[in-house]
């Protein structure tokens, strides 16, 4: 099976692995025929340098694109040694193209693991790991064969301490039990000093809908009412995207915690390196993702 990376509003999405075993309930590659076993990307890592540098929206460089690594596959999984490696042996080569790169798992990764992302990093804030999660009481249910939050948290502990730039992705959002459990989100970040997460969109289609609704619906809130979003990872394709208040008033008790709630990863990129994001949401933001940081106001 193979890829090519997928581009949308200044983010080239690369997939080293296709595939992936954690099975969560929302992510949408399970509807685009891609597996919970995984395999390497057969379109490689030779061909996905050549197609970057020849594609005239990719720009190299500190200031340049934004190369995102693992929409289609989680890049660590942690019971396969031989795939982390995989993964490893791309991010040291993409990050001699020195733009700066995002990389997220589901998974805790081990010290060598860890350690080899730190030795890939070519400057303070290139790389940006980041988690992601929706729930600490009920992630089982939700992606039953991911790790413990708390584990995939130390893991970015760990690379903070390594000098690598982290993030926590809460996302999606799910109405109904992410909110739920906001005192839980303060207390464990603070736990492992996360300061700045995205909160995102819950995008559904009916496959998703479909695998959200075997959760416990009495809790669970899905409302959605036609209008759609693009995914950014699908070059173009659009997804129905659930509505709910209760997502701004969660982010707005975060903030009031201490913690800087962005709503794109990409915001996460240009804060850390106090550079003009190439989505160019300051100018152009018809869904509202900037939250007025300041950063692309400066760098202009």
Request: aromatic share 10%.
């Amino acid at each position: 099976m193979q890829r090519k990376p997928d581009y949308e509003n200044g983010r080239f999405f690369i997939s080293p692995i296709l595939g992936c075993n954690a099975r969560c309930s929302f992510c949408y590659i399970y509807s685009k025929g891609y597996e919970t076993k995984i395999s390497n990307n057969e379109f490689g890592l030779e061909k996905t340098i050549s197609f970057l540098r020849s594609h005239d929206k990719f720009k190299s460089g500190k200031d340049g694109s934004i190369i995102s690594i693992g929409a289609w596959g989680d890049p660590f999984p942690r019971y396969k040694k031989s795939a982390c490696i995989h993964t490893l042996s791309w991010l040291s080569e993409l990050t001699k193209l020195q733009n700066p790169i995002q990389i997220m798992s589901r998974y805790e990764l081990t010290d060598d693991t860890v350690d080899e992302i730190a030795n890939c990093n070519i400057y303070q804030g290139q790389i940006l790991y980041s988690t992601s999660l929706s729930s600490f009481d009920r992630f089982k249910e939700i992606e039953p064969f991911a790790d413990k939050p708390e584990l995939r948290l130390s893991s970015v502990q760990k690379l903070r301490a390594k000098g690598i730039s982290t993030n926590v992705m809460i996302k999606p959002f799910l109405a109904g039990i992410t909110d739920v459990e906001i005192n839980k989100f303060i207390e464990v970040f603070n736990l492992f000093e996360i300061k700045h997460c995205v909160v995102g969109d819950l995008l559904v289609d009916d496959r998703i809908k479909k695998e959200l609704l075997k959760l416990d619906n009495a809790t669970l809130k899905i409302e959605v009412n036609g209008n759609k979003q693009i995914l950014d990872c699908t070059t173009g394709e659009s997804f129905e995207i659930n509505i709910s208040n209760k997502m701004l008033e969660f982010s707005s008790v975060l903030e009031r915690s201490g913690i800087m709630v962005f709503r794109k990863s990409s915001c996460v990129n240009s804060f850390i390196l106090n550079r003009q994001n190439p989505a160019n949401y300051i100018n152009e933001d018809p869904n509202g993702y900037c939250i007025k940081c300041g950063v692309c106001n400066e760098t202009q």
